[in-house]
């Protein structure tokens, strides 16, 4: 039997136990009955700016007091299309087989809409990105799927994707009379390169803005700060040794900006679900599917993702709302893995997780407020795309990748030759390498070795 399966069940009997023991024990009383499932991810939130002060985010700040905020959820990958195949179909990058946001998703993978299509529940997706269209497997188990995007651009603004998002729900019927739903939308706005809408752009910092742009002219750099060619003018000076504090700074109210524009646009989708009367019906999780690299990191790009598995980019956030504010105003710091969520979403209608799934469901901890976290994890860098060293099946065997536990992480580059290991708890930046734990290298040894990934093509 492939090791890696003995492991998980071996765990899976142990997490069974758990859950068991959990019902047994006295906590909140199970939320209502659900109908429907609301997932939007938003690209580029990191975990540690979850609930940052400095940025203003009122319909994310809404769900936390009516529900849950996870600050500790860690991604299985640091690009937007190998997080969201791991998302949808509980499975490692190296199972799921997609290796970067270039490649296509398996017509033989098991995705969560499949699965909700065949229990019956209307599911309509919204992607705005360009990784997660149609043509890139996506699509699966989804009856209306949207993928309107403009000539050559790789992601729709987050007003268009909402706009459509909001129209399609209002084709339904309201309240009771609704069928079961499973909506997907996905929000691009504080992904690299960072695209705030032009209304919460000025609200952040618009003489600091102003400032870097009269500098960046001065230096004879041309582009329109606030869209792409900002984070490109920025990378230009890091690479020549020339970045102010004043280009730093506007690059964090860039990302404010962005991360309160794609909040906006959560806030419009709750006030409609709120208006047909759904909800109170729903269950409602917004998740951050990768987080970013800022300028503080030396040997690594500014303003970057895909390239590390640094917790800059790989602790990311959820908020969770159930019906009637179930569990209101709950912060989970447990660590959490996005390939247990469609596990989750799953027993949270009262359905078994499917046995191609290999996370383990956390339901539980909405009802009886103890959370089944997990003791490790593995992370894997997308970026750049290049051939493993030798011949093997999955395309990122020579990438960046780790083994994180609550309280250590041990790094491998196998191009580099390169590996490391981190305290978490005295070093969260991962700044200090500290003694390698043999036990943690020799596990992402297996995960590498074990590595199945399911047939997958470059995107045409």
Request: aromatic share 8%; hydrophobic share 40%; no cysteine.
């Amino acid at each position: 039997m492939n090791r890696q399966r003995t492991i998980a069940l071996g765990v899976g009997l142990l997490a069974a136990l758990f859950v068991l023991a959990l019902l047994l024990l006295p906590g909140r009383p199970r939320p209502p009955a659900l109908k429907h499932l609301v997932v939007i991810t938003v690209d580029g939130i990191r975990g540690d700016r979850a609930a940052d002060p400095e940025i203003r985010t009122p319909a994310l700040d809404r769900l936390a007091a009516e529900g849950f905020l996870f600050d500790h959820l860690i991604t299985a990958s640091s690009s937007t299309g190998p997080s969201h195949a791991t998302i949808l179909t509980s499975q490692w990058p190296n199972q799921h087989g997609l290796p970067h946001d270039e490649w296509t998703l398996a017509d033989s993978q098991l995705t969560l809409s499949e699965l909700m299509y065949d229990k019956g529940f209307v599911t309509a997706g919204f992607p705005g990105s360009k990784a997660l269209t149609r043509e890139a497997g996506f699509a699966q188990g989804f009856q209306y799927w949207d993928q309107k995007f403009k000539d050559g651009a790789s992601r729709r603004d987050a007003w268009d994707t909402t706009d459509a998002a909001i129209a399609w729900l209002k084709t339904l019927s309201t309240g009771d009379h609704a069928p079961p739903v499973f909506l997907f939308v996905n929000l691009t706005d504080a992904a690299i390169p960072l695209n705030p809408d032009n209304n919460h752009l000025w609200a952040y910092g618009s003489v600091r803005i102003d400032a870097a742009q009269y500098d960046f002219s001065r230096r004879g750099i041309r582009g329109k700060v606030g869209r792409n060619s900002h984070v490109d003018m920025l990378r230009q000076l890091h690479a020549a040794g020339e970045p102010t504090e004043v280009h730093d700074i506007a690059m964090h109210d860039l990302y404010k900006a962005a991360v309160s524009s794609s909040d906006h646009q959560v806030g419009r989708l709750l006030e409609t679900l709120e208006r047909l009367d759904l909800l109170d019906q729903s269950a409602i999780f917004v998740v951050s599917t990768h987080g970013m690299v800022f300028e503080d990191r030396p040997g690594e790009v500014a303003w970057s993702t895909g390239t590390s598995v640094l917790d800059d980019e790989m602790r990311v956030a959820m908020w969770a709302r159930l019906p009637g504010g179930e569990g209101g105003g709950t912060v989970v710091d447990d660590m959490l893995a996005t390939i247990d969520l469609a596990p989750t979403w799953l027993e949270l209608f009262q359905e078994k997780p499917h046995n191609r799934f290999y996370g383990y469901g956390f339901a539980s901890g909405f009802w009886g407020g103890i959370w089944p976290g997990r003791a490790a994890t593995f992370v894997e860098a997308s970026l750049p795309h290049r051939p493993p060293m030798i011949e093997h099946p999955w395309v990122n065997r020579g990438l960046p990748k780790a083994v994180r536990t609550t309280k250590a992480k041990f790094v491998v580059k196998p191009q580099k030759g390169e590996r490391a290991q981190y305290d978490l708890a005295a070093d969260p930046t991962e700044r200090t390498q500290m003694d390698v734990d043999h036990r943690l290298a020799g596990a992402v040894a297996q995960w590498v070795e074990d590595a199945a990934p399911a047939a997958s093509a470059p995107l045409e």
